[in-house]
């Protein structure tokens, strides 16, 4: 990757967690925001959602302070999803919130209150429409009236540049309407739909005229591992519901910026019936396996159709946020160590100092090789309390090389989630 992307995608990756948010009219149907697609459902069935859709209990300020008290940095709202509606007031259509029952620019509000809480801004933005009446349909993989012989004859007075301009007047719209925005998270491209197909150079060039800036996601084509991009390849990989064993790295083995997105539950869009939620302490260790591999984790939440954030998420993100206040400092602004991933847990550094994060520590002393001369203190992160680095009197007898030790404090005093031990580097 060139030093131009990296030191534009600098700031997102310094941020390291973030949160995603899928919301639309498919949170009428409460099946998550395939529902469409998953049963096949037409516009005019589907319409009843866009007919009911009232947001009336939306209060993006709850919605940013829940981020903001779960450690947060930034955070992503799709605008527009594949079934075509838009939460922004749009001058290219009319299905949009301000002529559903919500009445109201739902993309403004959001910008508004996630930007006083100093949180960055970002903007999904789905390269699919399933309601346009350009974008394929019959022939198309992913649409949900593939394959329905009622609208393969319309199939053929399709034109797809009338999609590409709507698409790119959108885009448009969204980065000039709303003050500088600093992430453009694209979704997605797929067998013959991909870069050129959605005019992507175009696209990314006026996006660029706009916002130099601006920080894009590597979905609408290209490979972004090779030496020299194509121009819309993107700032970074978004490898999704996983985190890589070795984190993300060039043909050439070297690591490239990248964040995995991952749901709350089994679910982006709202699915009330969906109650499989993932543990404070799963979504922190997963915070802290994508920093130690030099990733970001953003996490979904789906609001339901007035506008709330599910309870059992509201839950888990606070209990989280109480972890990342305490052991934040070993996330923000940190990444890759070159010690090798430990049994107990990971290891995450900075210029400054290198956080062990024991996870699954299993004995109250244990060593650490390559950081003799290194390091020359040890605090636990959460109080700042001194940690006991002596040297067991016989270790030379069974230890080849001359590690450091570190000596826990007793287990019923360890954090049940992840206890970080502060190692200072000898300046």
Not at 142 to 158: I, Q, V
Not at 163 to 185: F, P, R
Not at 246 to 254: A, Q, R, S
Request: with cysteine; glycine share 8%.
């Amino acid at each position: 990757m060139d030093i131009q992307r990296i030191k534009r995608v600098q700031p997102l990756m310094d941020r390291r967690f973030g949160m995603f948010i899928h919301w639309g009219i498919y949170a009428v149907e409460a099946k998550g925001e395939w529902f469409r697609n998953n049963y096949r459902v037409s516009i005019e069935d589907y319409q009843p959602s866009f007919d009911t859709f009232t947001a009336d209990q939306y209060d993006p300020k709850k919605w940013a302070k829940l981020a903001k008290e779960a450690g947060m940095k930034y955070a992503v709202l799709t605008t527009k999803h594949h079934d075509g509606f838009c939460l922004f007031d749009s001058q290219y259509t009319d299905y949009k919130a301000t002529n559903s029952p919500a009445g109201r620019d739902l993309v403004k509000e959001y910008v508004d209150a996630f930007r006083a809480e100093g949180i960055m801004i970002g903007f999904y933005y789905s390269l699919l429409d399933w309601h346009h009446p350009d974008f394929p349909a019959y022939n198309d993989m992913h649409h949900p009236m593939r394959g329905n012989e009622d609208y393969k004859e319309a199939e053929g007075k399709k034109d797809f540049s009338r999609y590409t301009e709507y698409m790119y007047n959108q885009v448009k719209e969204l980065l000039t309407n709303y003050g500088k925005i600093d992430i453009m998270w694209f979704d997605f491209h797929y067998a013959e739909m991909t870069g050129e197909k959605w005019e992507a150079t175009k696209l990314v060039k006026m996006i660029r005229e706009i916002n130099p800036d601006i920080i894009i996601d590597d979905r609408l084509g290209g490979d972004i591992k090779v030496d020299e991009p194509v121009y819309y390849a993107g700032d970074y990989g978004s490898p999704e519901q996983m985190i890589p064993a070795g984190g993300v790295k060039d043909y050439k083995g070297n690591p490239i910026p990248w964040e995995t997105c991952m749901t709350l539950n089994d679910h982006w869009g709202y699915c009330s019936d969906d109650t499989n939620y993932k543990t404070a302490k799963h979504v922190i260790s997963m915070i802290v396996e994508c920093t130690s591999k030099g990733g970001n984790l953003i996490l979904n939440v789906g609001p339901d159709a007035r506008g709330n954030i599910p309870e059992e998420s509201e839950v888990i993100l606070k209990e989280v946020g109480k972890w990342m206040t305490a052991n934040g400092e070993s996330i923000y602004g940190c990444g890759i160590s070159d010690i090798a991933k430990p049994e107990w847990g990971r290891i995450t550094e900075s210029k400054d100092y290198i956080y062990l994060h024991l996870i699954d520590a299993n004995t109250v002393c244990f060593a650490i090789e390559g950081l003799k001369d290194k390091v020359n203190f040890a605090t636990r992160l959460s109080d700042g309390s001194k940690i006991n680095m002596a040297k067991p009197w016989n270790h030379t007898s069974f230890l080849e090389k001359d590690p450091i030790f570190i000596h826990l404090p007793k287990y019923n005093t360890l954090d049940p989630y992840d206890t970080v031990i502060k190692l200072h580097k000898v300046k």
